[in-house]
């Protein structure tokens, strides 16, 4: 586990934080090799850089994999809208622009089994890689109280899914939902969680929090280990997220904190004491409106895709 400094988003900033956590890990990616990365774009038509991963945090690390001579994938699944829209809308498109990297629309699903044996639609784009880089955003949440890597591989769910899926499995505390988003890390290719917390978002999320300039990177091949290590930086008690409470009483390893070696930064060093999360936790069960608006912007986009 390996957590490092950047404070700001200048790209050659974030590619030598980058180099630094992945010769820390280590993780050695081979030329030739196919590298997706897989951001949170949250939903299209969503502009601010705060809820997303930051533009040029993408565009760096994609930098940094084009430069060992890897074959770069960016692509993501938001609850409504595709995902190629919203990267333009986020500038992620535009951050990319002049790199040899494809965008990939995580259209074309395939049913996957799930180790709780849930039949799950996951995007293909998402296992076709040879490593799977999963790229969180440091940042509140709602209904999970902190939204980190274990919570973002939710994006492989193809749109209206998602929303179907917290209607499903979200009812009561969600237990069988938070089963759901522990099970995901297991369906996707070897790879890495490498976090943007260079300003992170607190108070409120996961849309329409406040920032907060944390100036940390960190990356693990383990995403329960990524989460739990940003729990401590951040001064949050574990017992307060129902997903790691969930990863905990499953055992996955990850969950202990003293199992897990630094060789970098120790959490206690970057630790804040001031980053704020919901005190109360909405259901895990979107209202009709929410399903409904999903459903809505999955038939545009089917649209546009006809025309």
């Known amino acids: 586990m390996a957590i490092g400094r950047c404070q700001s988003y200048q790209r050659q900033d974030i590619i030598r934080t980058a180099a630094e956590l992945f010769a820390a890990l280590p993780f050695p990616v081979s030329k030739g090799s196919t590298v997706l990365l897989k951001p949170n774009l ?16 993408v565009a760096g690390v994609a930098q940094y994999f084009v430069d060992l001579g890897a074959h770069v994938v960016v692509g993501d699944s938001p609850a409504t809208g595709s995902g ?15 790199l040899p990297v494809s965008l990939a629309s995580f259209q074309e699903t395939c049913k996957i089994m799930t180790r709780s044996g849930l ?13 799977f880089i999963n790229m ?27 929303a179907w899926g917290h209607q499903v499995h979200g009812g009561g505390d969600g237990h069988s939902f938070f089963e759901l988003l522990s099970d995901l890390p297991f369906v996707v290719p070897q790879g890495v969680s490498l976090c943007d917390a260079i300003c992170a978002m ?18 693990s091949p383990s995403a329960l280990a990524l989460d739990r290590s940003l729990m401590a930086v951040i001064n949050l008690d574990p017992q307060l997220s129902p997903l790691w409470c969930v990863c905990r ?30 005190p109360q936790l909405n ?4 209202g009709v409106r929410h399903v409904l608006g999903s459903l809505v912007g999955r038939f545009k986009v089917w649209l546009a895709r006809q025309k």
């Open 136 to 162: 969180p955003k440091l940042k509140s949440h709602s209904q999970t109280r902190v939204s980190l890597a274990v919570k973002n591989h939710y994006g492989i769910i193809k749109g209206w899914n998602k």
């Open 119 to 131: 039949e799950i639609p996951v995007a293909v784009d998402a296992l076709e890689c040879d490593y």
């Open 283 to 286: 259901s895990v069960r979107f």
């Open 84 to 98: 190629l829209r919203a990267m333009t809308v986020c500038g992620m498109t535009e951050a990319l622009k002049g």
């Open 42 to 57: 949250v939903a299209a038509g969503y502009h601010a850089d705060l809820a997303c991963t930051h533009p040029e945090f």
């Open 202 to 219: 607190h108070v409120s999320g996961p849309m329409d929090g406040e920032p907060y300039p944390l100036g940390v990177m960190a990356a």
């Open 249 to 278: 009483d499953r055992k996955d390893a990850g969950y202990d904190l003293t199992t897990l070696d630094f060789p970098l930064l120790t959490p206690g060093q970057v630790q804040v004491a001031d980053f704020i999360v919901p």
